[in-house]
């Protein structure tokens, strides 16, 4: 892979497919392109050492099969894997693309081998997985120093620090792709530049003002990369792109309010919500701690978070719950007493007794099981909680700061099956789209673990393919 970086120069000849971006979707596209006997230039915004978007922080994909395969159990027909897909996005996903990615996803790991990527089974703590995901040995950093080993081994040019801020397009066509003052032509291009989470301005303007008349993105953490800040998809949508997915919404998980601003990655989960009650920073309860698994609650908690006076709450647990859950990486605030873990918050003592006292009184403790939907439930308490429902009774008391995480956003460019970019319905000859940026048109909403790496997969290397079969029509083209 040769590093231009150090030139400070385009390369003199035009290559045959630029690719810009540099996680998952761009490195399968660059990857395909190359093997399909393309020359590939793949545009990085960041420096070598951040490369790789929110791939780096990844773990797993989902993959259909019909019998036990390597380090998946059981089986998971592509029926199964629709289902689940139709149940998260409620409907909002295109049956032939999702069926298609579904397909793609049973036979991609022969093809990700070959590029280096290793696969584990399912890691305890990772629940109900071992059937449904494949693990990275390594996790997502290992799988893109891979595939960019792979990459140099095969002759993809690679420039870092290299954050595209605009195209030439010529009705439709690609020409050129812009850096500052730099320029790159190319015969075809493939975008698999990420979504926007990481653009705060943006996610400010999406959310707006809530009715205290708080900006609640302010207070957003963002849970990978700082590089996505969507300046290519604002300039697509601007120049007229096709667009798909909700443009105010983004997958929010509740995290450990110490996580930095940027790529705490998957280590700033607090799991132990379910265990516990949640209180908002006027010491209430707002929401049903134990209304289902956590791993099929987690996700909403980041948006019932931003909905809290500042943004912010505590999920507080005492010593039964500890051995229970995932420890976070921080300790908790610890405490001997409620009225001492109140202080120590510095949340409104008496209000917080009295939301305990209450939620503690309403506790009908039956049979206390976490690997069930048990009956230990509050009566005659709003909100309930519906499951797990044990009395905060025994120090010591742990409490963990909440923030909301936005995972990603859903906006992105529609697309088909070659993965083209569309104006006003028609498919561009040379531009395609693969990874978040698309991925709205299989995930309109949603989400379930390991399906991202499993679109962009399978669109990144379509849009490889695509891509290099454009960049020699091109060539015809230009001869004629
Ligand atoms: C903490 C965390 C854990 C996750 N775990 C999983 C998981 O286990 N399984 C799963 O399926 N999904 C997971 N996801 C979602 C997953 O990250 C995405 O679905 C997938 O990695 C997206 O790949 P991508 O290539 O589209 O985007 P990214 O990997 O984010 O890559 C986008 C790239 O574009 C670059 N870029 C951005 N703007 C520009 C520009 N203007 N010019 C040039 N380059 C630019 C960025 O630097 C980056 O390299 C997780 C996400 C997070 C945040």
Redesign the pocket.
Known sequence: MQDTRSTGRAPAQPVDVLV???????LCAALTAREAGASVLL????PRAW?????Q??????CMHDAPQDVLVDAYPEEEFWQDLLKVTGGQTDEALARLVIRASSSVRTWMRRHGVHFQPSLSGALHTARTNAFFMGGGKALVNAYYRSAEHLGVQVRYD????RLELQDGRFVAACSGEQRFTARSCVL???GFESNRDWLREAWGRDERGEYPADNFLI???R???G??LRFMLDAGADSIGDPTQAHMVAIDARAPLYDG??CTRIDCVSLGVVLNRDGERFYDEGEDFWPKRYAIWGRLVARQPGQIAWSVIDAKAIGRFMPPVFPGTRAQSLPELARSLGLPEQRVLDTLGAYNAACRASHFDHTRLDDCRTEALAPPKSHWALPIDTPPFTAYALRPGV??TYLGLRTDDTAAVRFGGRASPNLFV????M?GNVLGRGYT????????TAFGRIAGQRAALAARAEDHRAAA
Request: no cysteine.
């Open positions: 810009i971006g540099g996680g998952n979707a761009a545009l990085e915004a960041s490369r790789g978007g929110n791939t922080h990844t773990r797993n994909l989902r290299t954050p595209v801020d698999a530049a990420g849970r990978g990369t590089f996505n800040t300046t290519l990655g998957i995972t990603f693969a990874g978040e940026m991925a673990a390991g399906v991202g790496m499993s679109i962009g």
